[in-house]
């Protein structure tokens, strides 16, 4: 879970190779709280988790496939920018028991100049348009890849390019990995101090540089505040 304006990783599960990232997110549901906007990409979704999330109460806005794989919404009401209102609900038995769960759909493709007939979807709890617009959902969404940046800032620049963890036994490999993450946050937490004392955008200022200041001075003097 990280912050999309701060790049702040601020919640993380580890588990075995063989858990998907899908599996993991459902132990992350306890960080969700009901000032949040909670985004996640389409690989995520199912029907199970959606209603586990939305019972924390933070509002979810996640991409959801549109092939055949993909969740079929049950039409409600159409909503005057363009979004609709639908009724989700599984196919399993134990699902068809359960109350049809409310969402927003948001249908959308890009239209940059290039040849993209990709069609994206979006399911939202913000079922209000006067409260969020589709346009303005659409927008958000594509804060989601700041995380991509976020484990390029933390794989590529912070651990280095084509370095594996150096630790041969699962418990320092989980140290090892809990210290990329202290070491990340306590960056980012600088650089979000720098911004606001400057009344910048943290988003403005250089991962890597901020990265070569701590170096040196974690080199130059004995200690590092957390």
Known sequence: MAECGTHAIFAARVGTYRESEACLAERLLDTFTPDMVVLAD???????????????????????????????????????DGSWLAHLGGSTPAARREEPMPVRVIDYSIDDGRDNPTTYRLFTTITDPDQASATELAAAYTQRWEIENTFDELKTHQRGPRIVLRSKSPDLVLQEIWGHLCCHYAIRSLMHDAAHHGGHDPDRISFTAALRITRRTIATRAHFPP
């Open 42 to 80: 389409r690989r995520f979704f199912s029907y199970a988790l959606w209603r586990k999330a939305t019972a924390t109460g933070a509002d979810l806005l996640w991409r959801i496939r549109t092939d055949k794989a993909g969740p079929t919404p049950t039409h409600v009401s159409d909503l005057p």
